[in-house]
């Protein structure tokens, strides 16, 4: 698996700067460099930190030229330091095609070509899947369900009955696609489960994180729009739609008949309310608690979330808030005193 400097410039097509011959065993970043190990500088302060680094050779980018350690200078830096990480810790699950024969797959499901199917995993009725899907352990992929092209479900994803996967989708582990929403109806002193009767639709190269939930719409679809990017632990509730290439960082909860527009980002633990609207290309930061529409090309932040340059002038405010309290002590002193002399005078 060793591999020596000049061989790692070759793998990655980089110019070498120092002893070709060096031998390099591994590959990390900085923190964790060790003996041996190749670490990546993508920038000049990084490459700063190099003097109290035990890395044998550093990857670089062409602005970076580091002082006194073996260097490759690169165009894409993080690519072609993951081409080295994958050499040093090639994937291990290389399974062959096909279905185990401890899997449950029902004769009325249709499986595509190059299907892997591991042991435990379940395949209900009139479930379509396509060429190339691996379907992980523990899967539960309900009745009428359809799976695209190339789809990775990870251990113990379950996809309610008719849920739609697009082509090159990854779900990991334990997420939940198109379990029932969270609508009632108070009938008689008692919640009443409204209608489930809808589903769940994820379009193409869309990722979902791990433990994530996307609940059914009511009558029809919730969906995900096209190259949308989820982290793990997202709650998207029933009836909403995610518009393209959106990003949702973790911990983000977003309630029934929200829609977001194109290429919208959501830093960790936003909170949408329902039936609101989301614009294109709007970022809100962590933590917003967001109770009304959001336009287009905005930057929200705070809660209750406004746009930035009013929540900045919040944010000053608050904070002169100490000193603005010891001046009203101080002026309620001074208008004491007035009374205390006005009082005197009559």
Known sequence: MDLALGEIANLVGGQLSGDAGIPISGAAIIRDANVGDITLADKLQLANQLADCRAAAVLVPPDVTPDGVPFV????????????????RPHTCNQPYGVSAAAHVSPTAQLGREVVVYPTASIGDDVRVGDGVIIYPGVRILAGSRIGDNVTLFPNVVLYENTVIGNRVIIHAGAVLGAHGFGYETVDGRHKLSAQLGYVVIGDDVEIGAGTTIDRGTYGPTSIGEGTKIDNQVMIGHNCRIGRHNLLCSQVGIAGSATTGDYVVMAGQVGIRDHIDIGDRAILGAKCGVMNSVPADSVYFGYPATADREQLLKQAALSKLPEMRKQFKALQRQVAELAEKFNDAA
């Open 73 to 88: 200078t690169v165009t894409n830096v993080h690519a072609s330091f993951a081409k080295i990480v994958q050499h040093f």
